[in-house]
Every structure is written in C-alpha cells, then in structure tokens.
C-alpha cells in the first residue's frame, strides 16, 4: 500500500485511516496470490493468513508480557516501561488522586521508518520536488 490508501476490509469496504487486523489478513491474502505463480510453497488460504497474522501479534504481545523488547528490522521496536506510583489531578476537578505503578507498551519507530513517514523513500515519487520545509 501507499501513502494515502485506505485499507481494504474482509468485506470489500474500505476503512480510513486505521488498519486492522482483518485488513492485515487481506493483505497477506493478496499477497499469497501476487506470489501464486513461485512454487512450491501451497498458497495460504484466508484462514490460515488469520492465523499467520494472530499468531505473530500475539507472539509480539507475549513477548511484552514477560518485559522483552521487540526489534523489527526497517519497522521499529516495541518495549516496556515501568511507570512508578505518583500523585496526578483531576484535569476537570483539580483533586489529588493517586496513580498507581504500572507498566505501559512503547513504539520507537526505526529511522526507515521515520524516513518513510516524512517522504525520504523511493515509495514517495509523488511528492513534489519543490517542497521546501518552513
């Protein structure tokens, strides 16, 4: 996909702006079928990209579970933080309330992708060539 695509659905629709795993396992689908011509390998059936896709998200998630960080390549890593007890407000109320320990998922995007986002890839040929940052 590119930069200003909506993600397809299982059911044909588009949803905007946010992928879900449905739309993962429509992607992986595609794809097995771009590559249908390569053999050996069977092409996976959409059932088992499902599978495929929740199997490496809950690998992913376990691994956080039990405080590992996650590394992938050109994509970023995923840690945990342990964030310690504290006294916050009420933004509304203004009253003290205690905030318990807990820990908490962190994204850090690799430089790829940070290049990626900000149009520094060969993915970004449609952007203009006379944009000048303010």
Same mark, same amino acid.
Request: with cysteine; proline share 4%; net charge negative.
């Given at each position: ?17 946010? %992928?879900?795993?449905?739309? !993962?396992? &429509?992607?992986?689908? =595609? *794809? ?5 011509? @390569? ?12 599978? %495929?896709?929740?199997?490496? !998200?809950? &690998?992913?998630?376990? =691994? *956080? ?5 996650? @590394? ?63």
């Amino acid at each position: 996909m590119t930069m200003g695509q909506s993600f397809s659905q299982g059911d044909g629709e588009m949803s905007e702006g946010t %992928l879900t795993r449905a739309d !993962l396992v &429509e992607a992986l689908y =595609a *794809l097995r079928l771009q590559n249908r011509s @390569k053999e050996p390998p069977e092409p996976l059936s959409r059932e088992e990209c499902a599978i %495929l896709v929740e199997s490496v !998200l809950r &690998e992913i998630a376990d =691994a *956080l579970v039990r405080g590992e960080s996650v @590394k992938i390549s050109s994509f970023g890593s995923f840690t945990v933080r342990q964030k310690n007890e504290r006294v916050g407000r009420n933004p509304r109320t203004g009253v003290e309330a205690r905030i318990t320990s807990r820990r908490v998922p962190l994204f850090r995007a690799s430089m790829v992708m940070k290049e990626r986002l900000n149009g520094s890839d060969s993915d970004a040929d449609d952007l203009d060539d006379e944009t000048v940052d303010a």
